[in-house]
């Protein structure tokens, strides 16, 4: 019986990965690049999976490492990115870090190889038409304007968004306590709200000087040229409105009006820095208002400076810059297809995961996603517990939306990192001996972490197994 092609838009890393998990099994792709047709302003080949920015994939230690994790359970589903990375990995210490021009060559090659790819040089202009019942659109971040104006008219258009003004997120367990408290401004209670949903990070005059100074004199990023200028009062940088004056920050999104710090209810802040739940499972918090433009560095500094965050650990950082991805958790369902247009499945950067192994991850996941749809399949969802799981969780559903600011976008690109994934089950072992009571510090942060691999790692196996039956029947 013959089998109608998935089509796939985009040669990127979720466009390469999703083609060869598709392909592998046994389902024909066609793969439409339109490099090679018209170029982006960013890529400088019309080789598959160039890598535009860093040759890094970040950190492949599997288990204490989100990203390392990530890598491991690729590798048990057969990836193509992750074994073109393996076979062309240059040294970089703990990282995976990979020769660009031998990585994208290798995964050109093998993709043209197979003889269930076809590899179309052309621009999709418009979303597929309707005879295309199965389709992948993974344009990335770059997609071209012509596409993207037909995904926001499809949508809505507010939908799409071109720049994205992203504050810092940080994770809960890291956040002092002792030092901040929970509370709404003027003790509100809003939709689903307690009267005690922001962390609170009190300052006083001297130290909130210092803050203000530090950010003025931060190291910043340029944009690119092709970029432009996307400032807008909606999200302005803070180092841009403190430098509109020394107070401007006191009264925006540091105001410390209507709150009352519980740890010492006598003195009343000078300014207040709020975090806000960002997460359904409530481990991470992004500091509200706090886009900026700070090198990346230069924010863990100065952000550190903030009392109750001296000891913060970022699950992402700041910044402002284009790119463009659809408001995945309205749009899609969990196997990331349209909810308005069946079999049209979105995947890589522009469902909202950042980095190169995410994208190639959710990328993988469409591909296998798409495929069983494709053999009368239903697809299998992997485990919220396996970073599969929890980076596919946050696309489609893991988001919290803002109740004080309705109609504000609250879904924003983020890396895999360990605050998706579902707590430790309560009396989880963290270690063999069964002194749990001694273990403290960043030795008890680092057992967990392996805990929580350790589950990964377990599950992801069983869920492919599983795939592997279900196909073999």
Not at 96 to 104: I, K, N, P, T, Y
Not at 119 to 143: A, C, H, N
Not at 360 to 369: D, E, H, P, Q, V
Not at 375 to 386: E, F, H, R
């Amino acid at each position: 019986m013959t089998i109608a092609p998935i089509h796939i838009i985009g040669g990127g890393l979720a466009g390469s990965e999703a083609a060869w998990q598709a392909a592998q099994a046994g389902v024909p792709v066609i793969l439409h690049e339109m490099r090679g047709v018209r170029g982006t302003d960013a890529h400088k080949t019309d080789g598959l999976a160039e890598l535009v920015c860093s040759n890094s994939f970040r950190s492949d230690d599997a288990e204490t490492n989100a990203v390392g994790l990530i890598h491991a359970e690729m590798r048990l589903a057969n990836s193509l990115i992750m074994a073109c990375g393996d076979a062309n990995q240059v040294p970089a210490g703990g990282a995976l870090a990979v020769d660009r021009d031998g990585f994208s060559d290798a995964v050109t090659a093998a993709l043209e190889a197979h003889p269930l790819v076809s590899i179309v040089r052309e621009e999709v202009t418009s979303l597929p038409p309707e005879e295309w019942d199965q389709v992948i659109i993974s344009t990335g971040p770059l997609t071209a304007p012509s596409l993207a104006s037909a995904i926001a008219e499809h949508t809505g258009a507010d939908a799409l968004a071109f720049f994205d003004a992203i504050a810092p997120i940080v994770h809960f367990d890291s956040i002092n306590m002792d030092v901040c408290w929970f509370q709404s401004r003027y003790d509100k209670v809003g939709p689903g709200g307690t009267g005690k949903d922001y962390i609170n990070c009190p300052m006083d005059r001297t130290q909130y000087e210092a803050f203000i100074t530090a950010l003025l004199d931060g190291q910043k990023t340029e944009f690119k040229q092709w970029e432009g200028t996307p400032y807008f009062d909606g999200c302005l940088p803070i180092e841009v409105m403190a430098e509109r004056g020394p107070e401007t920050l006191r009264h925006g999104p540091m105001k410390p009006m209507g709150l009352t710090n519980a740890h010492n209810p006598t003195v009343k802040p000078y300014a207040v820095v709020q975090l806000r739940q960002d997460n359904a499972l409530g481990t991470l918090y992004n500091m509200v208002g706090f886009q900026t433009k700070l090198k990346h560095g230069e924010q863990v500094r100065i952000f550190r400076t903030i009392p109750g965050l001296e000891q913060a650990e970022f699950a992402r950082l700041g910044g402002l810059h284009r790119n463009t991805y659809i408001n995945s958790p309205t749009l899609l369902d969990t196997s990331l297809q349209l909810k308005g247009r069946p079999g049209l499945r979105f995947a890589g950067q522009i469902t909202g995961c950042e980095g190169y192994v995410e994208s190639a991850a959710i990328g993988l996941l469409a591909g296998r996603f798409a495929a069983a749809a494709r053999l009368g399949q239903q697809p299998s969802m992997p485990p919220v517990t396996t970073a599969f799981g929890a980076l596919l969780n946050h696309i489609t559903g893991g988001h919290i939306i803002s109740d004080d600011e309705p109609g504000k976008r609250s879904f924003q690109p983020m890396n895999i990192n360990f605050g998706l994934f579902p707590p430790l089950d309560p009396g989880t072992k963290l270690r063999p001996d069964g002194f749990e009571g001694r273990f403290r510090g960043k030795d008890k942060s680092i057992a967990k972490k392996k805990a929580m691999t350790a589950r990964a790692l377990a599950d992801c196996r069983q869920w492919l197994s599983m795939k592997d039956r279900q196909a073999a029947e």
